[in-house]
């Protein structure tokens, strides 16, 4: 859930928040994150404002629009894109790590994307933990009874359908479907998946290096690869900022020469 603003100044940004932060000053949380922290919103290196919440995001942007710091949100509703995956020969194993998958990596998704697209509740994730699964069969009963407040996700016994909001990029869309496709293998072949969900402080590291996991390391999916990590915070060739400083030091060094 972020929000861009037309200041540049993050200074500056966060001076202008400290009366919706309950006049109280944004705390700088500075390594790794660089963020400026309010209560339930921080905001971002990459300049946008991250809020926990769809409430808080909803009255921070009420905020932001009575001090001109966005535009008024446009009354169309954005297009919503569908894409359905055959699942033949998926039992109920495969299915239940769909569904952790999907949880496991709704945050980054979100972000990636841009919407709040996915969510896995936590009820649904304890009733497939506790339920014995072998076919699909066993898997659509408990499922059936626990997908109630789950977002993005459609199943049945032929297809899931995964449904997230038009990203107005082409590339990025493509992108979004190409991944679809490599999770469903993904889940076909996991062993073991834990669902909680991942909120890395290094979102491009972690992201990528999922991405690679499941199949989308080639040539081929390179741009996709770039589309879906250009949202996210961090470094995709370090895994913490002190590497990155190492390799920056590195590279001056070898150039002094």
Request: proline content about 2%; some cysteine.
């Amino acid at each position: 859930m972020t929000i861009k603003t037309n200041l540049d100044d993050r200074k500056e940004l966060a001076k202008r928040l400290i009366p919706f932060n309950h006049n109280e000053k944004l705390h700088y949380a500075g390594t790794p994150t660089f963020a400026f922290e309010g209560r339930g919103f921080r905001i971002l290196r990459s300049g946008e404002i991250e809020c926990d919440n769809e409430k808080t995001q909803q009255a921070l942007r009420r905020f932001l629009e009575e001090e001109g710091l966005v535009e008024p949100e446009a009354d169309t509703e954005t297009e919503t894109i569908e894409v359905s995956v055959p699942i033949d020969g998926m039992d109920g194993i495969h299915l239940r790590s769909l569904i952790f998958t999907l949880s496991a990596q709704q945050y980054l998704l979100n972000r990636a994307a841009g919407s709040e697209n996915f969510q896995i509740t936590e009820d649904c994730v304890t009733a497939l933990k506790e339920a014995t699964l072998t076919d699909a069969a066993s898997f659509f009963k408990v499922y059936g009874a626990c997908q109630n407040g789950n977002k993005g996700i459609r199943l049945n016994e032929e297809s899931v359908t995964f449904c997230f909001a038009d990203t107005g990029n082409t590339v990025k869309n493509r992108a979004m479907v190409e991944l679809f496709a490599f999770l469903i293998s993904a889940a076909r072949k996991a062993k073991r998946v834990q669902p909680a969900v991942k909120k890395p402080e290094n979102e491009k590291y972690y992201f990528r290096s999922w991405l690679l996991r499941i199949g989308m390391g080639t040539k081929a999916s390179h741009e996709s690869r770039m589309a879906l990590m250009k949202a996210l915070n961090g470094w995709s060739a370090f895994r913490t900022e002190e590497a990155a400083k190492r390799h920056a030091e590195r590279v001056k060094a070898h150039r002094n020469r």
